[in-house]
């Protein structure tokens, strides 16, 4: 046994060194930041997110930088700019170039690009809230807007088959659960059918692609009610703002809810993908198998420079 690690003298020097640790981040956080910062803006003439637009090249980089930045910073007027109302963008950044006295004939793309992070941080949050109202939105068979849709999910899918009836145990061709695909909406939503129907009318070959692996008689599972699965998964990954360097990649300005089906459509491309490179054993393997998918993307979603857009191999 090593000697020193028993030594109190050394556990000693170590707690030292924890506690050194911690007491040099609070200090850096709290104290030597600003005065890093002040100094750093007396030699270069310019602030923070000045520094920070003219080092970072747009994207994730850049607009996670800034954010930060806004989110840290000492004045109202700064913070304020990550919970914008989208008409008071422009008075807003009128507000911060006064507030940080920015010469703006010195850095004449600062503003634009400013702006452009403003509208994807504040875009996400906007975004979400829109996400979250289709979710909460129930499906109604009553609603002739929504039976539409659901109608032209089957055509888009089975174009060869007509439906028999709307209460039919046909809907199981596509992967719904019952014999009346609204019970197997709840959780998600018409965010789940609006998903499910982005997928197929954009990418209809991916989608009855996807559909056919599915519905394989050995390696298969329900292509609906997985697909109603991926969307909580999308949802919750946007929830807990994993989404936000993809956006910030992908979308130049503010993302939009197409931008959310894309993501969606990544997601149910690759995990069939997934699905069958795995050769679960059946569809009792489906909770495993969907944890491991969950962590590869989002271990993906943590790099810098991510972009899940789905792009279509062409089967043989
Ligand atoms: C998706 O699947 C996971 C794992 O089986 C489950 O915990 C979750 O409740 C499902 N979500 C929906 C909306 O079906």
């Not at 850049?62 to 304020?80: D, F, H, M």
């Not at 491309?269 to 997934?274: L, P, V």
């Amino acid at each position: 046994m090593n000697n020193l690690l028993c030594c109190p003298v050394h556990l000693i020097f170590l707690k030292h060194h924890l506690m050194l640790g911690y007491i040099w981040k609070c200090f850096y956080s709290s104290c030597l930041r600003f005065w890093l910062k002040w100094l750093l803006r007396l030699v270069t003439g310019r602030c923070e997110l000045q520094r920070i637009c003219a080092r970072c090249k747009a994207g994730a980089l850049r607009t996670s930088q800034i954010e930060y930045s806004l989110k840290s910073s000492k004045s109202k007027v700064l913070r304020a700019a990550l919970s914008l109302k989208e008409n008071d963008l422009e008075d807003h950044l009128a507000q911060i170039i006064q507030e940080k006295r920015i010469k703006e004939q010195k850095d004449p793309t600062f503003k634009v690009n400013l702006r452009q992070c403003l509208l994807q941080i504040n875009g996400y949050n906007k975004l979400f809230e829109a996400v979250e109202e289709l979710r909460k939105e129930v499906f109604d068979s009553e609603n002739e807007a929504h039976e539409t849709m659901l109608l032209k999910l089957w055509d888009l899918l089975m174009p060869s088959v007509k439906l028999e009836s709307r209460i039919t145990k046909q809907w199981g061709d596509i992967g719904f659960q019952g014999d009346d695909p609204k019970t197997d909406f709840r959780g998600m939503g018409m965010l789940g059918l609006t998903n499910l129907l982005f997928f197929s009318e954009k990418y209809t070959d991916a989608a009855r692609q996807v559909l056919s692996h599915a519905n394989h008689p050995g390696l298969g599972y329900s292509y609906a009610i997985v697909g109603i699965n991926l969307t909580e998964m999308a949802y919750s990954l946007m929830k807990s703002d994993a989404l936000k360097l993809h956006f910030y990649n992908t979308v130049p300005g503010k993302p939009e809810m197409l931008h959310f089906h894309q993501f969606y459509c990544y997601l149910a491309y690759e995990f069939d993908k997934f699905w069958l490179e795995e050769e679960p054993e059946s569809i009792m393997e489906f909770n495993r198998y969907r944890e491991k998918f969950h962590d590869k993307v989002k271990g993906q979603l943590q790099v810098p420079e991510v972009t899940l857009l789905m792009t279509v191999d062409q089967e043989k």
